[in-house]
């Protein structure tokens, strides 16, 4: 069975500061995809970034960096300069590689973060 | 390009009665999810399409929900006899063909409102 663990339920920063959401995963799959949502206070869920179980490379997007990790299991997601537009809920998601794709996400319970003026 | 569509945006529904939720993905994606959030379970997999596969119905919480895909886009989620539990969003997503850079990335719809009275 697969597993997502965000332990961190709420964070809340103040504008500009660095905050890092931390991100857990089990599973007996040896290839899978890892992914990062976003969802505002509008609700939709906004796609940040998917990583391939065979690359841990770490990835730089603007004020975005992820930290995967294989050998502690953890795709840690950081935002560096903090803004209130950052203010929503992250989710952490993984999902066994299946032959046409991938099968469904199974994702973590969600950090609210809150971005204060 | 368009997103992924789903209507009604809500839906208020009385005990007992049977509801369908529609899904129109994106031009040219392949496989298609439907997940729902609550506040008590988070976000669930609930059932997982791809091209003329059977889907994977391994996440439906009972024999009440059931879904279809026709000509391999729309789908339709149903719930048969609907009780004041299945109140959640309920979210579609797409992801597109497996020999596209972004397969297995699940690309999210808005969501359809489902209160159950």
């Known amino acids: 069975a697969q597993k997502v663990t965000q332990a961190q339920t709420e964070i809340s920063v103040v504008e500009k500061e660095d905050v890092t959401l931390d991100c857990v995963y089990e599973?007996?799959?040896?290839?899978?995809?890892l992914f990062w949502y976003k969802q505002p206070p509008s609700g939709e869920l906004v796609f940040l970034i998917r990583r391939n179980s065979f690359d841990e490379q770490n990835e730089i997007s603007g004020r975005y960096s992820w930290n995967f990790q294989k050998s502690t299991s953890s795709f840690n997601f950081t935002i560096t300069a903090s803004q209130v537009v950052d203010s929503a809920v992250y989710f952490c998601?993984?999902?066994?590689?299946?032959?046409?794709?991938?099968?469904?996400?199974?994702f973590g319970k969600g950090t609210h973060l809150i971005i204060q003026p | 390009g368009a997103g992924v569509s789903q209507s009604p945006s809500n839906k208020v529904t009385e005990k007992g009665k049977d509801v369908e939720l529609r899904c129109d993905p994106i031009s040219g994606h392949t496989a298609l999810y439907w997940y729902r959030q609550s506040l008590g379970q988070g976000l669930e997999f609930l059932i997982y399409?791809?091209?003329?596969?059977?889907?994977?119905k391994s996440g439906l919480p009972s024999d009440r929900f059931s879904a279809e895909r026709t000509g391999g886009s729309v789908s339709t989620l149903t719930i048969q006899r609907t009780q004041q539990e299945d109140s959640a969003v309920y979210l579609c997503?797409?992801?597109?063909?497996?020999?596209?850079?972004?397969?297995?990335?699940?690309?999210f719809g808005p969501g359809t409102r489902l209160l159950v009275l």
């Open positions: 399409f791809q091209g003329n596969s059977a889907p994977d």
């Open positions: 998601a993984l999902s066994r590689l299946s032959g046409g794709g991938a099968d469904g996400l199974t």
């Open positions: 599973t007996r799959d040896t290839t899978y995809y």
């Open positions: 997503a797409s992801s597109p063909p497996r020999l596209a850079h972004s397969r297995g990335t699940q690309y």
